[in-house]
T-cell receptor
Framework: DVKVTQSSRYLVKRTGEKVFLECVQDMDHENMFWYRQDPGLGLRLIYFSYDVKMKEKGDIPEGYSVSREKKERFSLILESASTNQTSMYLC?????????????FGPGTRLTVL | DQQVKQNSPSLSVQEGRISILNCDYTNSMFDYFLWYKKYPAEGPTFLISISSIKDKNEDGRFTVFLNKSAKHLSLHIVPSQPGDSAVYFCAASARYSGAGSYQLTFGKGTKLSVIP
């Protein structure tokens, strides 16, 4: 059973702080993704990665960076948090094995930036 | 420009009746479509998918229909149960189109409320 875990369920930070959101998957998946979910806007892709040390920008990468030093771990970094980054952040992973490549999501981190 | 559209933000259905959730797409390269279900404070969970070579896929109470010429898909839930109350996201990818990215494009979601 695939498990995707995120380091925190709820997080409160102050404007200007550096924020790290961690995601770990235990199924040896090649692909990992970071989304944010906002009311009325659905899920928007921030960054994704197909391999260790590899990253690609999604639709809304501004204000974010990522790190993938190990296959199982994908970190999202807010260099200087701002109030408009208050959101639900969702991590997902998937394999490139044909027929089983839908994305599995973690429980989400509700980030509030004051 | 929205490539995957769910035009109904919400839907209310009586328990036992059919729920029909709709999704339209604009990108002709999309060839694989998925539905995810999301409860509050949880991550989305995969529900059902369909490849563009099919026009219907069924899994228990859930059936997805694909009309490629209209670039339209729908999710039918029969019979609807109160536990089905959640936000449903439609997603699409260009899995077989050589993109090789397995990236999903999501709609904005439809909140389904099943009334007991």
């Amino acid at each position: 059973d695939v498990k995707v875990t995120q380091s925190s369920r709820y997080l409160v930070k102050r404007t200007g702080e550096k924020v790290f959101l961690e995601c770990v998957q235990d199924m040896d998946h090649e692909n990992m993704f970071w989304y944010r979910q906002d009311p009325g806007l659905g899920l928007r892709l921030i960054y994704f990665s197909y391999d260790v040390k590899m990253k690609e920008k999604g639709d809304i990468p501004e204000g974010y960076s990522v790190s993938r030093e190990k296959k199982e771990r994908f970190s999202l970094i807010l260099e200087s948090a701002s109030t408009n980054q208050t959101s639900m952040y969702l991590c997902a992973s998937s394999t490139q094995t044909s027929g089983r490549d839908w994305q599995f999501f973690g429980p989400g981190t509700r980030l509030t930036v004051l | 420009d929205q490539q995957v559209k769910q035009n109904s933000p919400s839907l209310s259905v009586q328990e036992g009746r059919i729920s029909i959730l709709n999704c339209d797409y604009t990108n002709s390269m999309f060839d694989y479509f998925l539905w995810y279900k999301k409860y509050p404070a949880e991550g989305p969970t995969f529900l059902i998918s369909i490849s563009s070579i099919k026009d219907k896929n069924e899994d228990g109470r859930f059936t997805v229909f694909l009309n490629k010429s209209a670039k339209h898909l729908s999710l039918h839930i029969v019979p609807s149960q109160p536990g089905d109350s959640a936000v449903y996201f439609c997603a699409a990818s260009a899995r077989y189109s050589g993109a090789g990215s397995y990236q999903l494009t999501f709609g904005k979601g439809t909140k389904l409320s099943v009334i007991p």
